[in-house]
């Protein structure tokens, strides 16, 4: 599957994005979806996942106060809304798709799409 992220630019801390993902290729349905992020100098790091059945996970209370991951398989699409966006949510925002693993371990998911940058001024 191939997986192309967009949704991303600069907000004021506070504001709102939606990403998106758009899949083609194999059956998106049958994939759990996640998203991941890197800032620079660190370490990819979990911020949500959906299952195919629509069963989501977050890393955090804070994210998911604040994020909703959904996804919409008629459309082969997967989103991630962010709202109250901090400073420390600055990064490059990745999805991804696995079909079996650890949903929280970037090293679980096979395919990757190219990032989004999310930068959120302060």
């Known amino acids: 599957v191939q997986l192309q992220a967009s949704g991303g630019g600069l907000v004021q801390a506070g504001g709102s994005l939606r990403l998106s993902c758009a899949a083609r290729g194999h059956s998106f349905r049958r994939y759990t979806a996640g998203w991941f992020r890197q800032a620079p100098g660190k370490d990819r790091e979990f911020v949500a996942a959906?299952?195919?059945?629509?069963?989501?996970?977050y890393d955090t209370d804070s994210v998911k106060a604040r994020f909703t991951v959904s996804r919409d398989n008629a459309r082969n699409t997967l989103y991630l809304q962010m709202n109250s966006l901090k400073p420390e949510d600055t990064a490059v925002y990745l999805c991804?798709?696995?079909?079996?693993?650890?949903?929280?371990?970037?090293?679980?998911?096979?395919?990757w799409g190219q990032g989004t940058q999310v930068t959120v001024s302060s």
């Open positions: 959906i299952g195919s059945a629509g069963d989501t996970t």
């Open positions: 991804a798709a696995q079909n079996n693993g650890n949903r929280r371990a970037a090293s679980s998911y096979g395919y």
